[in-house]
Nanobody, 120 residues
Framework: QVQFVESGGGLVQPGGSLRLSCTTS????????VGWYRQAPGKGPDLVASITPAGDRTNYRESVKGRFTISRDNTKNTVYLQMNSLKPEDTAVYLC?????????????WGQGTQVTVSS
């Protein structure tokens, strides 16, 4: 079982930036594809961005392309999500998880996530 801990969320104004971090103590971290998901109240998690184990390929949902950047540092067992030009529509709980590259479906257990609120 893979368990992740998310951090870095907060309250920002539209147009602001945040950097989220996702970490795990599992020694297999460097072999895991990882995705950032976001979950609005009353809804299930939606995949926002994903990254391959070596960090050589990334994918983004259309609504965040050009604004969000996913990266990873396998020496620190950490995946990051740099979020720029934030919009109110980005407000959600952000969670990370390992996933199946082909489908984007999570394969690990959900953590608590970190709240991102974009509001004036």
């Amino acid at each position: 079982q893979v368990q992740f801990v998310e951090s870095g969320g907060g309250l920002v104004q539209p147009g602001g930036s945040l950097r989220l971090s996702c970490t795990t103590s599992r020694f297999t971290f460097s072999t895991l594809p990882v995705g950032w998901y976001r979950q609005a109240p009353g809804k299930g998690p939606d995949l926002v961005a994903s990254i391959t184990p070596a960090g050589d390929r990334t994918n983004y949902r259309e609504s965040v392309k050009g604004r969000f950047t996913i990266s990873r540092d396998n020496t620190k067992n950490t995946v990051y999500l740099q979020m720029n030009s934030l919009k109110p529509e980005d407000t959600a709980v952000y969670l990370c998880n390992t996933l199946a590259i082909g489908s984007g479906r999570h394969t690990g257990t959900w953590g608590q996530g970190t709240q991102v609120t974009v509001s004036s």
